[in-house]
């Protein structure tokens, strides 16, 4: 039996989960999330305690047990706080800002590449060298970050690039020029 899986997940007040036809459902403040459940699991709503459930010992629901309690806690933390992953911007002169529904990110190629805000994701630029991506879908928040880093991934030598926040990025050495030696 999953150790996760056995967590009760607390629903705070103002979120709702529903699960029919093997489809759970959680609504909010900030939104609605659905999500197909597969494998023998069970989800139960018992008042502000949803438990989810392997029907057998199996090693595949044992591991879907862990995965959909996991998901669901997601889902009920998305549609009432949501999301949020940080970016920032290390370069001479590199910038983003926002036109529209559109991050234009001027990160040292010839021309600026321009990012359009996926549905469900809000973009924001507190500051020139500063991304911020938020949403209620975790994994949708995840991938529009990873999508942003991957423009212009931190390079090694000088730290240029697109980070995540706190993101430490290891440090080479230079060549040498060999000089000298004997």
């Given at each position: 039996?999953?150790?996760?899986?056995?967590?009760?997940i607390a629903v705070p007040a103002g979120?709702?989960?529903?699960?029919?036809?093997?489809?759970?459902?959680?609504?909010?403040?900030?939104?609605t999330l659905t999500r197909e459940i597969k494998g023998n699991i069970d989800v139960k709503n018992e008042?502000?305690?949803?438990?989810?459930?392997?029907?057998?010992?199996?090693k595949e629901t044992n591991a879907f047990h862990g995965l959909y309690r996991a998901l669901i806690a997601d889902m009920?933390?998305?549609?009432?706080?949501?999301?949020?992953?940080?970016?920032?911007?290390k370069g001479v002169g590199w910038k983003a800002q926002m036109q529209g529904n559109k991050l234009v990110l001027n990160v040292g190629f010839s021309h600026p590449v321009e990012f359009i805000q996926p549905e469900g994701i809000k973009i924001e630029c507190p500051s020139a060298t500063e991304i911020s991506v938020s949403g209620i879908?975790?994994?949708?928040?995840?991938?529009?970050?990873?999508?942003?880093?991957?423009i212009r991934t931190p390079e090694p030598y000088h730290g240029y690039?697109?980070?995540?926040?706190?993101?430490?990025?290891e440090h080479k050495e230079g060549k040498?020029?060999?000089?000298g030696k004997k």
């Open positions: 039996m999953s150790r996760i899986g056995k967590k009760v979120v709702t989960v529903g699960f029919e036809n093997r489809v759970v459902t959680v609504k909010g403040p900030k939104g008042g502000a305690e949803v438990h989810v459930v392997a029907l057998d010992e199996g009920v933390k998305g549609v009432s706080e949501g999301f949020v992953r940080g970016l920032e911007i879908d975790k994994i949708l928040v995840g991938q529009v970050a990873a999508d942003l880093r991957s690039g697109i980070r995540y926040k706190g993101e430490h990025v040498t020029s060999g000089k």
